[in-house]
């Protein structure tokens, strides 16, 4: 092996052992925050099975209030993202996580529909920020050629938090009813908003700002992530010709950062709408227990899991993103489509469901290091914000969408159809992105001064 095959081997080696030792520093602990943050969001699909009867509301106000978390969400997104930059990720991320702990225990006091709504309206303007935050925070430690599988870790909190936080909840709701008065649900909301409040205190303690603050790593291990960071943003503006901006009007007059609102905004309506009502399709397939009900609301993020971390990992092997999108966007449609024409059997609706979870789930972390890997600076934060609070909103029309349609026909089979036709668009608009802007790579050759960019491109980035 001649010298300098071997110096660039051990490079790679230890440029790898630098990330090995990022990650497990922080990966872990955010997967763990982010937990008890997506826990507190979506408990009310397993507060409903009891909270629905004991306060007579309509699937129309429990789709509602469901819903409006996500108003809040995409109105307060992005101004929350920017003040992140301005106080720092570690008080911002820990002032987000004591918010909405406590707003979170609050729903035991609600008891009509309009305290229900201002509560998860609230709820949803507290906890605005924290998901693109934390992307964002990670665009400060990873390159965009490491960000897919990084992102596959830290975004497969999103089905643990089901996996484990499903039969949680169904326990809880079979061993809480009446103790000290409260009824199951009550305790519900209470239990599971401690441990987000107590670790806004451990947040301000063991996060860093950035690398440069970091005293776990040596000089050398943040001088290899720095050279990669600005290794990247040369990369960003030659894939762009140099028409790089940071600046926070750059990013809105960026089309292709409209296109990616649009993309996730159709895929969350199809997710969410799943998210919340699958407690209560398990329900009305003919399933009563509650803590049976959660094991079975468990299986589906366990399937997604799995090809979850595959598919980031192939994505970032294969430096390849959009059809690592599209393509589980249409698995997902199918597996939807299908759960519902077979909704009078548990076995094949939960089959199709574990598909359809499975398509959905696989094709998030390597949708979320787009924003970060198309912009810098400015624009990456409000970005990957503005992205992510358009793909939210869709959250208030999902469930809205499922719970008028169950009230008007009495079944959620025709709901799903609509659901699973959203999914299918992802695809096609996934797709409309270049790939030289869509698939990252380590090195990008200079760009040839006869190089001319395509119309079609030209337009869209205006």
Partial sequence: MNKSLAKELSGKAAESQVYAKITRRLIPFLILCYFFAYLDRVNVGFAKLHMQ?????SDTVYGLGAGIFFIGYFLFEMPSNLLMQRFGPRFWIARIMATWAVLSAAMIFITTPTQFYVVRFLLGVAEAGFFPGIVFYLTLWFPSWRSARTLGLFILVTPLSTIIGSPLSGLILKLFEGVDGLHNWQWLFLVEAIPSFLLAFVVLRYLDNDVKSARWLTEAEKQ???????????????????KVDSTLKG??????????ALVFFSFNIGYYGINFWLPSIIKSSGVSDDFHIGLLAALPYVSGACFMVWNSRHSDLKQERRWHIAIPAMIGCVGLALSAYCSGSTFWMMAWICLAMSGTLALIPTYISLPGALLSGTAAAAGIAFVNSIGNLAGFFGPTVLGWVKDATGRTDSGLYILAGFLLLCAPLILMLPARLANPKKVIPEPEQNDVQPEAAHHISR
């Fill in 53 to 57: 009867d004991a306060l007579n509301f």
């Fill in 224 to 242: 290899v992530v720095v050279d990669d960071l600005a290794k990247d943003v040369t990369n960003r503006e030659r894939a762009n010709q140099g």
């Fill in 251 to 260: 990013m809105l007059s960026n089309g292709y950062v409209w296109l990616l």
